[in-house]
Every structure is written in C-alpha cells, then in structure tokens.
C-alpha cells in the first residue's frame, strides 16, 4: 500500500509543558516543549515573513542536541569571520 493512499492520523493529544518564543534578525523561533503518550519532546518552529519550517526534538536527546548546539556556539565564537573581497 502506498503511503499516499493511508487514511490521515487522528490528532494526538499533545500537552504544553513550557513554550518560549525567540527573534533574531527576520526570523522567529518558538521553542515548545510538549508531552503526549508516546513521550516529551521540544518542537522547533521557525517563521519566516509567514512560512513556517519545524523539527521535532525527542526528550531522549535533548542533552545531547543541547551540547552540539554548545559546540557550535563555542566555534562560532573562536573561527574568525570571513571578510567580503573588496574585489567582487
């Protein structure tokens, strides 16, 4: 059977635990952490002038998403930023 002829999902019930909304340059990102019977986990909105782009996090690896998202920050800091080519 193809996964275009299934019949919808019913909507789970999802509970809000915690939300907080974040704007940096055009974009807004809602950060929500939700529970339903299959588990926690954060759902990542990004709004975009309307258009809206989301991940879904499992609560099992949020530590672990947490320290890559440290890492980064970390190396962003340290790797100097390109410089535009006054040539181009």
């Known amino acids: 059977m193809s996964k275009y002829n299934q019949q919808p999902r019913p909507p789970v019930n999802?509970?809000?635990?915690?939300?907080a909304e974040?704007?940096?340059?055009?974009?807004?990102?809602?950060?929500?952490?939700?529970?339903?019977?299959?588990?926690?986990?954060?759902?990542?909105?990004?709004?975009v002038g309307g258009r809206r782009d989301t991940i879904i996090i499992p609560s099992t690896?949020?530590?672990e998403f947490k320290k890559l998202v440290d890492d980064m920050v970390k190396s962003s800091e340290q790797i100097?930023?390109?410089?535009?080519?006054?040539m181009e």
């Open 14 to 19: 999802e509970d809000t635990l915690k939300s």
């Open 61 to 63: 690896g949020l530590a």
């Open 22 to 47: 974040i704007q940096i340059e055009r974009k807004n990102f809602v950060f929500t952490l939700k529970e339903n019977p299959r588990g926690r986990f954060l759902r990542i909105t990004e709004d």
């Open 80 to 86: 100097p930023e390109k410089q535009p080519d006054p």
